[in-house]
Each structure stands twice: as structure tokens, then as C-alpha cells.
């Protein structure tokens, strides 16, 4: 695959406008899968902040060569070119959202409405409408600088006509970015998501827990893990059970279990083991961490999501919390055993790990941006 075609080259339209128009047509659904599993398209995902490298190598790993990156040194967005089936992608878990991406060569968004430019942006809309089943999407929305203007107004006309689809500004589930290119002078870009909602979006979350982790940080915490089959997974202070619903998504263990304190929070973990399907996989326990109804050398991968001290659990509390919680989990841990945490309470956590010397290493530690907080996920070894 070529590098440097981003911005050069246009993705050749493989049906006119009028062909795509009815993502019901026969002749789209008939005339897809071969022929559009080998198309390239200009892809761009928001990923956050401190996770594109994770990102990468979770692009690499699926899809091999038929990723290549575009090397840019944007921290929250990932340019990449893809061939194959847009709906591979949607599998991806270390990845907010991803759009196809247009460039167009025109000074002002106006130029959108002109025939060729209308029907490329709507080609655009059509290959991931023609993605999911009729119906699936709702409406769309349009984030844009100056989208409330007359031109905006009459580019949303324009879409609402050629995809018979309405626009509401707040809940469309059809989401499409358009904004000056950053890099070329007299150019737009539009960006279109391919899914109705993000795909840092988990649909077995059925109970949202105040404080639960973001399934996407998670995933990345999973990967840090470095997963194998033979794993004994355990993840304490589970909460509503992210880490282990993502960890048996990413791949077979040899056993998992989880374990909080709090005898309501096991049971809203429940219901969203259940709603992944992994009701029979995943053993879930009471226990306080710094008891652990574990022998040694029982775990040999473990990972927390330690409470923040914020919406759950206090700065006070996490003071004996955290280095009780450290040297019990040394005790169950295999030696070599990875344990990934993350926490929001760094001062603290950084203060204590020193004096934990000779049991655990200090692999690696990433800092990275969650709704305006800035926590820090650490990979330790145990020694
Ligand atoms: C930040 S929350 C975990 C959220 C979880 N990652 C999720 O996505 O739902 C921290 C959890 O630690 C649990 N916890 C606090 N102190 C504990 C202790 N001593 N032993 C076990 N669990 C504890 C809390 O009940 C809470 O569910």
C-alpha cells in the first residue's frame, strides 16, 4: 500500500451516486463482497491521548498488511490507510471511533454542494450506511465550525435529501466531522463515522457504574498485560467488571476471576457479564484486597482499577489501601507475574512503590487523558 497518497489521490468511487442511493438495493448487497473487501480507503480514528502506539499495534496485529500508517504528530488522531471490508474494523477495542476521511480541494465548504463534491461526500455516507441493516441509523449530525451558518444549513438540506435521513444536531447517530485540512491551504475534509456510536461504546454495559473504567483505556491496559492462553487472570476491586469482560473479548484464558469488596457492585457486575456472554467463563468473588482468599503463586497476570479517590473511594482511605493492596497481591502473584493498574492518585502511588522495591519492578508507565483527568497506568513485574 502506498503512504502518499492521502492527500494526493482520491479513493476511486467504485458505483455512482444513484446506484448507492438505496442501501437496500440488490445490486449493492449483490455486488458487494468481493468486490469492496479489496477497495483502500483513508481512514482516520480518534484515539486518546497517550494510546496511539497501543492503537498501532492493535491495527498491525488484526489486519497486518493491510494497515499502513500515516505518520503525523497528532496525539488524539491516527491516519491510516486500510484494505478490506469497513466492517473489520469495528472490532477494534483500543480505538474511540473511526471515520473514512475525504479531502476535498475547494477554499470554502460551499463548494461541498457542487455536484461532484455532493456526490462524493454522500458516496462517502452510503459505504457505511450500506455497513449495518436498514434502519440501524436514525438521523445525522454535523460538527463543523460555523455549521449553524446558511451555507451549513444548505449543505444539511442537501444530505437530509440525498439520505432520506433527518438531521438533529444532539442525538444524530450518523456523525460526520467536516473542517478545514490542517495541512493543505484550500482544502476540506470530511470525516464520516463508521459506526452509529463510538466504538469505545461497549454494548454489554448495561449497568454504568459511577467511576467505571472506559473500556477503551481498559483494552489498552489489557494489551499492556501482554495476553496469552495460559493466563491466570486475576482482577481485583473488578467493579462492574470492565477489565474482565474486555480481557476474555481479547482472548482465552487458562481462568479468570474477579473480586470486590462491595456486595452490590459483584451484582451489577453480573448483569453486564451476563450481557456479554461470559456468565460461565468469568468466577466472581467477595473478598477485600487486603485479604485475598488466594494462596502464593496463584496469578499470573493481575490487574486494578484502583479506587481514584474521586468518585470512588478517598485520598485518606487509598493511604492504606494502596500499599496493603500491593503487598498482598505480591503474595498471590507468580514470580515474573505482570500487574497493571491504573490510578488517578499518582502522588501517592509513586510515593509508595519505592518502599515495594523488592518485590516489584517498574516496567512502564503511560499517562493518559480520561474526561479531563490525567491518570497513569503502571506496569509492574513481579520480582
Ligand atoms: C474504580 S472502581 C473499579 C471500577 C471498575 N474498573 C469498572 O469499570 O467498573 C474501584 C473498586 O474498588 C472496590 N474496592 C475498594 N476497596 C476495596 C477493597 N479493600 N477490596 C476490594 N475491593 C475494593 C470498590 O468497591 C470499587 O468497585
Not at 483513508?42 to 497486518?64: H, M, N, P, Q, S
Request: glycine share 6%.
Amino acid at each position: 500500500m502506498q503512504k502518499n497518497n492521502f492527500y494526493l489521490g482520491e479513493m476511486k468511487r467504485q458505483k455512482s451516486i444513484n446506484v448507492l442511493k438505496d442501501p437496500n438495493s440488490k445490486k449493492i448487497n449483490g455486488g458487494r463482497s468481493n468486490h469492496l473487501e479489496k477497495k483502500t480507503y483513508t481512514l482516520c480514528a480518534d484515539i486518546l491521548v497517550g494510546l496511539k502506539d497501543i492503537a498501532i499495534d492493535e491495527l498491525y496485529r488484526k489486519f497486518k498488511n493491510r494497515i499502513s500508517i500515516i505518520p503525523s504528530n497528532d496525539a488524539e488522531m491516527l491516519y491510516f490507510e486500510y484494505k478490506g471490508s469497513l466492517k473489520d474494523l469495528l472490532s477494534v477495542k483500543t480505538i474511540v471511533a473511526i471515520y473514512l476521511l475525504n479531502k476535498f480541494h475547494i477554499p470554502r465548504p460551499k463548494a461541498l454542494l457542487g455536484q461532484q463534491n455532493r456526490e462524493k461526500m454522500i458516496d462517502a455516507i452510503y459505504e457505511v450506511l450500506n455497513l449495518y441493516p436498514k434502519g440501524t441509523f436514525d438521523s445525522f449530525r454535523i460538527s463543523a465550525p460555523g455549521k449553524d451558518s446558511s451555507v451549513f444549513s444548505r449543505i444539511k438540506d442537501a444530505i437530509e435529501d440525498d439520505i432520506h435521513l433527518p438531521y438533529d444536531p444532539n442525538n444524530g447517530d450518523l456523525f460526520l466531522r467536516i473542517r478545514p485540512s490542517i495541512l493543505y491551504k484550500d482544502s476540506w475534509e470530511v470525516f464520516t463515522r463508521i459506526s452509529p456510536r463510538p466504538l469505545a461504546t461497549r454494548g454489554w454495559r448495561v449497568f454504568n457504574m459511577k467511576g467505571a473504567l472506559n473500556a477503551t483505556i481498559a483494552s489498552a491496559m489489557l494489551e499492556m498485560t501482554k495476553p496469552n492462553a495460559n493466563d491466570r487472570f486475576l482482577n481485583i476491586m473488578c467493579g462492574s467488571g470492565t477489565l474482565l469482560i474486555e480481557r476474555l473479548q481479547r482472548g482465552k484464558v487458562q481462568t479468570i476471576v474477579g473480586g470486590d469488596i462491595n456486595k452490590d457492585t459483584l451484582l451489577n457486575a453480573k448483569r453486564n457479564i451476563s450481557a456479554s456472554g461470559f456468565e460461565h467463563e468469568i468466577t466472581l468473588m467477595r473478598f477485600d484486597v487486603c485479604q485475598l482468599p488466594f494462596e502464593e503463586n496463584s496469578f499470573d497476570v493481575i490487574c486494578a482499577d484502583l479506587p481514584w479517590g474521586q468518585l470512588v473511594g478517598s485520598i485518606e482511605e487509598n493511604s492504606t489501601l494502596y500499599p496493603n493492596m500491593l503487598r498482598e497481591v505480591a503474595r498471590i502473584a507468580t514470580y515474573k507475574a505482570r500487574f497493571v493498574l491504573i490510578t488517578h492518585n499518582v502522588q501517592l502511588f509513586e510515593n509508595i512503590l519505592p518502599s515495594f522495591v523488592d518485590s516489584w519492578t517498574l516496567v512502564e508507565c503511560l499517562k493518559v487523558y480520561q474526561g479531563g483527568l490525567h491518570p497513569r497506568i503502571y506496569s509492574l513485574e513481579r520480582k
